[in-house]
């Protein structure tokens, strides 16, 4: 009696354990090379280290060719098992008698593969699939066996792994697979996780990349022509300390200046968003969720240099003001902000404090206290500084307080 059979399930969870660890192989290949940043520039060292990184990449070549043959199997032994197990009478007989595990047996060769898949499930694959299979073998034993100086770059690498991803394991789109992969590695089990999904989302964006355009966008659904910002959810969802690094995914549906429906082709999320110019005038954005621009992923209400043509620039320290906003932080403790800017006098200065509280786009901002500043230390310490005053926003609308400040170094700490 033959034992030990394996299911579908097992065939199509192995597969995928093969192609991820492919991907992980390759897209770690990419980003290593990414990080030594100017050395990149180099073409001849980059060439040296895809030259170095072949053995890896010959490694996901396998990788890529088991998972095709495992998902293969898998779909065959939804059928049978048994037709895995190719001609009977190449058996053993002891299986008569006594147990035999399946894994004893031989199973069809790889080259049969598609052919016995094709004769028993409708639809067979087709033509396009035939030649993915075709290339991915030849392609890895060009690499396996290649004592010439032709190299293989991630590129070729990636394309064959979101290739076979979308043939033979469509059933999860492939960011949620990596999502869920990482899920069981090892960060996860030691719950070390919170870098994880900004680390997948930087893994889709580098593969974005590598494709040409128009793979980009048949195997991931991103369209190089047009402009990408960053996904607001993906944002939301990364750790703080991860998400500035997080690559621009998210795209509109149209051209129009006016569209509001920015969709994530990684989370797959459509955010609503406004479209009005971002406040810093270095950046070019006019795409903002909330606070946040999502061209440079800065918040709004933090842009504190207002029109420069208002103050004179006094080249000496004597004319340097610091003005800290604070607001109330919904129970908790209250939020500052501090920012430099030079006026001619007190007067200027005070002017210049009133703008920042009437301006549209700092109006969570309650008040702002004046310092000047009286030596140039990085710490905005009482003693260093000669206080002005601040403007409070109250239901008369704002009112100066001379000499009088709403915030307090000793109790609120440095800002
Ligand atoms: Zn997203
Ligand atoms: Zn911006």
Redesign the pocket.
């Known amino acids: 009696m033959i034992v030990d059979m394996p299911t579908p399930g097992e065939f199509h969870t192995a597969g995928v354990n093969q192609l991820y660890l492919a991907w992980k192989i390759t897209i770690g290949a990419q980003q290593a090379l990414t990080r030594m940043g100017a050395a990149a520039d180099d073409q001849e060292a980059a060439s040296d280290y895809w030259q170095s990184v072949q053995p890896e990449l010959a490694n996901a070549y396998s990788l890529i060719q088991q998972a095709m043959e495992l998902a293969l199997k898998g779909r065959i032994a939804a059928v049978s098992p048994f037709l895995l197990l190719g001609n009977p009478a190449d058996w053993p007989g002891r299986g008569a008698t006594e147990p035999l595990s399946f894994g004893e047996l031989p199973t069809l060769d790889a080259s049969k593969l598609v052919k016995v898949h094709n004769l028993l499930i409708d639809p067979p694959l087709d033509a396009a699939f035939a030649t993915l299979w075709e290339t991915v073998r030849r392609d890895r034993n060009r690499i396996m066996h290649s004592t010439s100086r032709t190299t293989f770059t991630a590129a070729a690498v990636v394309l064959a792994i979101l290739r076979a991803a979308k043939t033979l394991f469509a059933d999860m789109p492939w960011g949620d697979r990596l999502l869920a992969q990482e899920a069981g590695q090892k960060y996860a089990i030691f719950g070390m996780d919170d870098h994880v999904y900004s680390e997948v989302v930087g893994e889709i964006g580098c593969a974005i990349a590598l494709l040409t355009p128009a793979d980009a966008l048949e195997l991931l659904g991103f369209d190089r022509r047009r402009h990408a910002y960053v996904?607001p959810?993906?944002f939301a969802n990364a750790e703080h300390d991860f998400a500035p690094s997080l690559p621009k995914?998210?795209q509109f549906p149209t051209k129009d200046a006016s569209e509001t429906a920015l969709r994530?082709i990684?989370?797959e999320?459509v955010s609503t968003v406004d479209r009005h110019d971002c406040e810093y005038p270095d950046c070019p954005g006019n795409v903002i969720s909330q606070n946040l621009c999502l061209t440079c992923l800065r918040e709004q209400d933090e842009q504190f240099s207002l029109t420069p043509a208002f103050l004179i620039r006094a080249p000496d320290d004597l004319h340097d003001y610091e003005f800290v906003v604070g607001r109330e932080s919904g129970g908790r403790r209250d939020e500052y902000r501090s920012h430099r800017e030079r006026a001619a006098d007190d007067e200027d200065a005070i002017a210049y404090g009133r703008r920042m509280l009437d301006a549209a786009h700092l109006r969570v901002w309650q008040t702002v206290s004046i310092f000047q500043r009286e030596r140039c230390s990085v710490p905005l310490e009482p003693q260093t500084c000669r206080p002005i005053g601040h403007w409070a926003r109250e239901d008369r609308g704002l009112l100066w307080h001379p000499g009088v400040l709403a915030y307090n170094y000793a109790a609120h700490g440095p800002v």
């Open positions: 996904c959810q993906c995914l998210a994530c990684f989370c999320a």
